[in-house]
């Protein structure tokens, strides 16, 4: 659309439910990057039944981490590809300091490096709720709430008209404890991490859908 921020490694960092996925699609709209979500990439591998989704199965229905080796070679694969040239924006990428220091070198490698990571700040207790109304189009992923944000028609899709619509099968409360402890132990550390490159910001994400993207288009120094 309007600016852009290229070639840009943009980060978005907060636990299941902050609404990295939400903002990381308006950061596709607005600049142009593209978003790239390890959680998307691993339902896909699961839903394929390849080797890597087969053995990230199980943890992800836990609501654990999948290893870092199978997260990493999935990433590769997806950043070796073209569209990736527009800038990225990772969503639910880094979750652990050995991941941060992979992607560190896998930028190196191309003379990069992450331009910026927006942590998304949020109250812990109201992400159960938060994840227990998502759901999303089955089409085009854009996605719903039953409080926040059903579409103008009920059941059909606001972008695409698409009448499928589903919830992630680790989205139940019992496993979004688990995925909030996780995110505590092993991806919060990488705040202090990034702060330490000089690269991160802090928003806060408690605000409403626009509120978030407005906010986040100021920290990335750019205007929506
Ligand atoms: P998400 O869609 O980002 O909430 O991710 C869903 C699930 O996929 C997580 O609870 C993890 O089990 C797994 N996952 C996604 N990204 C990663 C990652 N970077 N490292 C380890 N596990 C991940």
Do not use: N, W
Not at 43 to 55: D, E, I, S
Not at 181 to 210: C, F, K, N, S
Request: glycine letters at 12%.
């Amino acid at each position: 659309m309007s600016a852009t921020i290229a070639p840009a490694v943009v980060i978005l960092l907060g636990p299941p439910g902050a609404g990295k996925g939400t903002q990381a699609r308006m950061l596709e709209e607005d600049f142009g990057l593209v978003q790239l979500s390890t959680g998307d990439l691993l339902r896909a591998a699961v839903a394929q039944g390849t080797p890597a989704g087969l053995a990230a199965k199980a943890v992800m229905e836990a609501g654990g981490l999948v290893s870092d080796d199978i997260v990493l070679a999935i990433l590769k694969d997806r950043m070796a590809e073209p569209d990736v040239a527009k800038g990225v924006v990772l969503d639910g990428f880094p979750r652990t300091q050995g991941q941060a220091e992979a992607l560190d070198a896998l930028l190196a490698e191309a003379g990069q490096r992450v331009t910026a990571a927006v942590s998304l700040e949020v109250d812990d207790a109201a992400m159960v709720d938060r994840i227990a109304g998502r759901y999303t189009c089955g089409t085009c992923g854009e996605g719903y709430h039953d409080s926040f944000k059903q579409p103008a028609v009920a059941g059909v899709c606001d972008k695409c008209g698409g009448t499928q619509f589903k919830r992630r099968a680790d989205d139940k409360a019992e496993t979004v404890k688990a995925r909030l402890e996780a995110y505590h132990a092993q991806t919060a550390p990488l705040i202090a991490y990034y702060d330490g490159h000089g690269v991160l910001d802090r928003i806060d994400a408690m605000g409403t859908i626009p509120d978030i993207r407005a906010a986040l288009a100021r920290a990335l120094g750019v205007s929506a």
